[in-house]
């Protein structure tokens, strides 16, 4: 079931919301230039343009993703990648905007890259946001093993890193749901098998449920 228009514009809202928040504590933290922990000097640049257009470039894609322009919030961050590849916020943000416009592959893709950039444990809380959602994209592509292997890459980042103050009880829950699911799964796996059965003519594949032989005619 779809959610309403309502619900879909509130949760967008909402993320837009959660991206600005994200960015505002990670700039306060002094990791918006590098993800390395230390502030650069604003007169900094690189061949690409600068760290000091990454900022302006990660507040321009906030804004367009908050106004449902996901191409130009793409756009927008993917020049806030250029400004400053090595920071995982830009390529973390790009996946949440490949999200939106329904381009699951290249968030996927987006969401990876941030977690090798991150993988350093400079910054715990951001890398366990970037586990969160890879964990969750597996579950949105039905890829059920390779969403519970996911939630457990999230749990033990948890556990190594308290302080990322990650959501072990979503990761367990989720790990639950898709072992329910998966034992579900198993148990229709015969009601299946009839169904497909049953469309290719062989209705009675039971003998014990098949209709009694015809009586014999009389002598």
């Given at each position: ?109 987006a969401w990876t ?25 597996k579950e949105r ?76 005619p009389a002598q």
């Amino acid at each position: 079931m779809k959610p309403s228009r309502p619900l879909r514009k509130l949760t967008v809202c909402a993320l837009a919301t959660a991206l600005a928040l994200v960015s505002a504590q990670v700039f306060a933290d002094g990791t918006g230039a590098t993800g390395t922990g230390k502030k650069k000097p604003a007169a900094d640049t690189s061949e690409s343009g600068g760290s000091g257009n990454f900022k302006p470039a990660v507040a321009d894609g906030i804004a367009k993703y908050a106004a449902r322009d996901f191409p130009g919030a793409v756009s927008a961050f993917q020049k806030a990648i250029e400004a400053d590849p090595k920071n995982a916020l830009g390529h973390y943000f790009l996946g949440e905007a490949q999200l939106a416009a329904g381009n699951l592959t290249e968030a996927e893709a987006a969401w990876t890259r941030a977690s090798l950039v991150a993988n350093d444990a400079k910054d715990p809380s951001l890398r366990a946001r970037v586990l969160f959602v890879l964990a969750d994209l597996k579950e949105r592509q039905k890829k059920w093993d390779d969403a519970r292997a996911a939630w457990q890459v999230y749990l033990d980042w948890a556990a190594k890193y308290p302080e990322a103050k990650a959501f072990t009880g979503s990761g367990q829950s989720r790990q639950q749901m898709i072992d329910a699911m998966s034992k579900q799964d198993k148990a229709y796996a015969v009601v299946r098998q009839r169904i497909a059965d049953t469309k290719n003519g062989n209705v009675f594949t039971d003998l014990s449920k098949q209709p009694p032989a015809p009586a014999a005619p009389a002598q």
